[in-house]
């Protein structure tokens, strides 16, 4: 039997049962771009920016939503295609406070824009996500002119009522995708679209702050947004022209072992992201102490030498003579009362093989099998 095949850009392709003409492109390395679309939840068509052009179809179809089918001859690039996502990205651009023409700007004017911040009611006039906004990259791809004022004011203000994320209505271009990532993703339904027309906006209970609502701060929104509409409160502070590093590592806030990506700048950490969405166990989940407490990490309060008690005060000492002292210690205790005498508590802040190592020490050099974790309490 012929397997069920598609053509995409002349490409003929193979499409598997329930998908979509979207999952069928990228999952060929075929480019469609999107806005409100969020992998793993319900296609919600409000972007209209995935639409491509399917022969024998009058109108562009929405590549998110529609299924693929036998026989379809696809172009996702045609100048039809083309000229709808111009019109619906001017549209974008035109409903709120999107000042992506800097992008535009040789670099002389570039670095000045960046000198002068602007404010206004509270908002800088330089974009907290500069540079890594999916709808600034979509005019500059689609060379579409952008405008620094909004065609209507916006009436909401910003939220700043919270410590972790900074709610600008002024950038939010209503896509969903906000929604999806809370109700669909994480199933914590904290926020939803509320009214209607012209005062259409995403809420939380009642169009109350996020700190007075069922939002537990698990930061999924705050990944899943395209624009500047959400954003890290640390990312009006911190200095956001410098490159980044990106590392991937392990959470060490529990013992799941969450994927995330560490973005650090001059050797400290300024942001971090779930990794990838197909990376087993969280899938690009992580909840407030992941996405949010790093801040610890360049503590100038951290302890980065050993403190040893001498004549009643505790005084910086060498990791020779700390571990000398630690030895020494537990060996008299475990001579004079016995090794059962000694307990050994471990922590699902440290990894796998450190509580492995732990667990070790404890019954082969302290030989006693008092060890517990910190999560039994």
């Known amino acids: 039997m012929d397997q069920d095949t598609i053509i995409i850009n002349g490409n003929h392709l193979v499409f598997r049962s329930g998908e979509t003409i979207l999952e069928t492109a990228r999952r060929n390395h075929i480019d469609i771009p999107t806005l409100c679309h969020l992998k793993n939840a319900i296609p919600t068509h409000t972007c209209k920016i995935c639409q491509v052009e399917v022969m024998g179809e009058p109108a562009l179809v929405e590549s998110c939503a529609a299924k693929a089918k036998q026989g379809m001859t696809i172009l996702t690039d045609s100048p039809k295609v083309i000229e709808a996502r111009k019109e619906v990205i001017k549209g974008l651009l035109a409903s709120g406070y999107h000042n992506c023409a800097a992008r535009e700007m040789d670099a002389k004017d570039w670095t000045s824009f960046q000198l002068t911040v602007l404010k206004n009611d509270g908002k800088e006039d330089l974009c907290p996500v500069w540079g890594d906004c999916e709808l600034q990259d979509l005019a500059y791809r689609y060379q579409v002119k952008t405008r620094h004022t909004p065609s209507k004011e916006c009436r909401y203000d910003t939220e700043r009522a919270n410590p972790f994320i900074i709610r600008d209505f002024s950038r939010c271009i209503l896509c969903g ?156 205790i475990k001579s004079e009362s016995g090794p059962d005498s000694i307990g050994v508590m471990t922590s699902a802040r440290i990894t796998n093989e450190d509580n492995y190592i732990a667990q070790k020490f404890t019954r082969a050099v302290l030989k006693t099998n008092n060890i517990d974790h910190c999560a039994r309490l």
């Open 177 to 332: 995708r906000c929604v999806k990532a809370c109700r669909e993703i994480q199933v914590n339904n904290a926020i939803e679209f509320g009214y209607a027309g012209d005062d259409l906006k995403i809420i939380a209970k009642n169009d109350a702050t996020l700190k007075d609502s069922d939002c537990v701060f698990c930061g999924e929104c705050l990944q899943a947004c395209p624009v500047g509409a959400l954003v890290p409160d640390k990312a009006f502070r911190d200095h956001r022209f410098k490159d980044t590093r990106k590392i991937r590592t392990t959470c060490s806030f529990c013992g799941v072992g969450c994927q995330m990506d560490v973005f650090v700048q001059d050797n400290k950490i300024v942001k971090i992201d779930g990794a990838d969405t197909d990376l087993p166990p969280n899938h690009a989940s992580l909840c407030v102490k992941g996405r949010f407490g790093y801040e610890f990490v360049a503590s100038p309060e951290r302890l980065t030498r050993p403190l040893i008690k001498k004549d009643g005060k505790q005084v910086e000492a060498s990791w020779e003579e700390a571990l000398d002292l630690v030895a020494q210690k537990l060996s008299a």
